[in-house]
C-alpha cells in the first residue's frame, strides 16, 4: 500500500533526478563553448589542453594582425547597419501585419519568416547569382543587405509579440487630441514597445555578427568578418588566435543574451504594472 510519504519521497526523488539531467544537459551543451577560454590564454604555439602557461599573446597577436582588426570592424560595422535597417523595417512591419485581417496576417507571416525557415545556403546561393549581375557581391551594401533579410523575421516575432499587448485605444486617443500619427508613435507606442523593439533589434546584431554562409559567398577579402576570418584561420592555420577571437564572440553573445532577458523582465514588469494600474 502506497503512503502519502512514500508518495511525497518518490516525487522528491523525480524532481531532484530531473534537476540532475536538466544540469548533465546544461553542461553537455555549455562545457564545449567554455572550454575555449582557458585555451584561448594558453602559453604555447598550439590549441593542447591541459595549458602550456598562461599568457595573452593571443589577444596582443589579435589585435596587432591587420586581417583580424579588420574582421573585427567590418563585423560591428555590418552588424551595426543591419540592425538599424532591420530593426526599422521589422518594426514598421509588425505594426502594418496588425492590423490586417486574419488570414492575410499569416499568409504575411510566413512570407517575412521565410528566410529562417529556408536553408541559410540556398538564400546564399540565390543571392549569389541575385547580386552577380548589379555588382553587389563582395560589397559592403550586399552584405548588409543579406543580413537585413535574415535580421528582419527576428524584428518582426519580437514586435509583434509585444504588441499583442498594446492597447490600440491609446492610438486613437492619440489621433483625436489632435496628434499626428508620427507624433501618436514617438510619444504613445514606441515607450511601451521599446522592450520588443530593443530585443528585436539585439537579435538583428547578434544574427548579422555571428554570420558565416552568407560571408562565404558574398563577402569579398575587404569585406572578411571574424566568423569568415575563424573558417579561413581553421582551413589554413589552426592557433589560439582564433581561440581569442571565439572568446571574445562567447562573451558578447553572454552579454547579448543578459539584454534581451533584462528585457524581457522589464516588459513583463510594465505589462503588470499597466494590469494593476486598470
Given at each position: 500500500?502506497?503512503?502519502?510519504?512514500?508518495?511525497?519521497?518518490?516525487?522528491?526523488?523525480?524532481?531532484?533526478?530531473?534537476?540532475?539531467?536538466?544540469?548533465?544537459?546544461?553542461?553537455?551543451?555549455?562545457?564545449?563553448?567554455?572550454?575555449?577560454?582557458?585555451?584561448?590564454?594558453?602559453?604555447?604555439?598550439?590549441?593542447?589542453?591541459?595549458?602550456e602557461g598562461v599568457s595573452l599573446r593571443w589577444y596582443r597577436q589579435l589585435f596587432a594582425s591587420d586581417n583580424w582588426v579588420m574582421a573585427i570592424r567590418n563585423s560591428f560595422l555590418i552588424a551595426a547597419i543591419t540592425t538599424v535597417i532591420a530593426t526599422s523595417l521589422g518594426t514598421a512591419a509588425a505594426i502594418g501585419m496588425q492590423r490586417l485581417p486574419g488570414k492575410i496576417k499569416t499568409?504575411?507571416?510566413?512570407?517575412?519568416?521565410?528566410?529562417?525557415?529556408?536553408?541559410?545556403?540556398?538564400?546564399?546561393?540565390?543571392?549569389?547569382?541575385?547580386?552577380?549581375?548589379?555588382?553587389?557581391?563582395?560589397?559592403?551594401?550586399?552584405?548588409?543587405?543579406?543580413?537585413?533579410?535574415?535580421?528582419?523575421?527576428?524584428?518582426?516575432?519580437?514586435?509583434?509579440?509585444?504588441?499583442?499587448?498594446?492597447?490600440?485605444?491609446?492610438?486613437?486617443?492619440?489621433?483625436?487630441?489632435?496628434?499626428?500619427?508620427?507624433?501618436?508613435?514617438?510619444?504613445?507606442?514606441?515607450?511601451?514597445?521599446?522592450?520588443?523593439?530593443?530585443?528585436?533589434?539585439?537579435?538583428?546584431?547578434?544574427?548579422?555578427?555571428?554570420?558565416?554562409?552568407?560571408?562565404?559567398?558574398?563577402?569579398?577579402?575587404?569585406?572578411?568578418?571574424?566568423?569568415?576570418?575563424?573558417?579561413?584561420?581553421?582551413?589554413?592555420?589552426?592557433?589560439?588566435?582564433?581561440?581569442?577571437?571565439?572568446?571574445?564572440?562567447?562573451?558578447?553573445?553572454?552579454?547579448?543574451?543578459?539584454?534581451?532577458?533584462?528585457?524581457?523582465?522589464?516588459?513583463?514588469?510594465?505589462?503588470?504594472?499597466?494590469?494593476?494600474?486598470?
Amino acid at each position: 500500500m502506497v503512503t502519502f510519504e512514500n508518495a511525497s519521497l518518490f516525487d522528491k526523488s523525480c524532481r531532484f533526478g530531473l534537476r540532475v539531467l536538466c544540469v548533465a544537459v546544461l553542461v553537455f551543451l555549455v562545457l564545449p563553448v567554455l572550454i575555449i577560454i582557458p585555451l584561448s590564454f594558453n602559453g604555447g604555439s598550439f590549441l593542447t589542453f591541459p595549458l602550456e602557461g598562461v599568457s595573452l599573446r593571443w589577444y596582443r597577436q589579435l589585435f596587432a594582425s591587420d586581417n583580424w582588426v579588420m574582421a573585427i570592424r567590418n563585423s560591428f560595422l555590418i552588424a551595426a547597419i543591419t540592425t538599424v535597417i532591420a530593426t526599422s523595417l521589422g518594426t514598421a512591419a509588425a505594426i502594418g501585419m496588425q492590423r490586417l485581417p486574419g488570414k492575410i496576417k499569416t499568409c504575411l507571416q510566413l512570407f517575412i519568416a521565410s528566410p529562417v525557415i529556408v536553408p541559410v545556403i540556398i538564400s546564399a546561393t540565390g543571392l549569389y547569382f541575385l547580386y552577380a549581375p548589379v555588382g553587389l557581391n563582395n560589397s559592403l551594401a550586399g552584405m548588409v543587405l543579406s543580413h537585413t533579410m535574415l535580421a528582419v523575421p527576428f524584428v518582426v516575432v519580437t514586435v509583434a509579440s509585444t504588441l499583442e499587448g498594446f492597447d490600440m485605444n491609446l492610438m486613437r486617443a492619440a489621433a483625436s487630441s489632435g496628434a499626428a500619427p508620427i507624433v501618436a508613435f514617438r510619444r504613445v507606442m514606441l515607450p511601451l514597445i521599446s522592450p520588443g523593439v530593443i530585443s528585436g533589434a539585439v537579435f538583428a546584431f547578434a544574427v548579422s555578427f555571428d554570420d558565416i554562409v552568407m560571408a562565404i559567398f558574398l563577402a569579398g577579402p575587404q569585406q572578411r568578418t571574424i566568423p569568415l576570418q575563424m573558417f579561413n584561420g581553421v582551413r589554413e592555420e589552426i592557433n589560439p588566435t582564433i581561440a581569442a577571437a571565439a572568446t571574445i564572440l562567447v562573451i558578447l553573445s553572454i552579454f547579448l543574451l543578459s539584454a534581451v532577458e533584462y528585457l524581457k523582465h522589464r516588459a513583463r514588469s510594465m505589462k503588470a504594472g499597466a494590469s494593476g494600474d486598470q
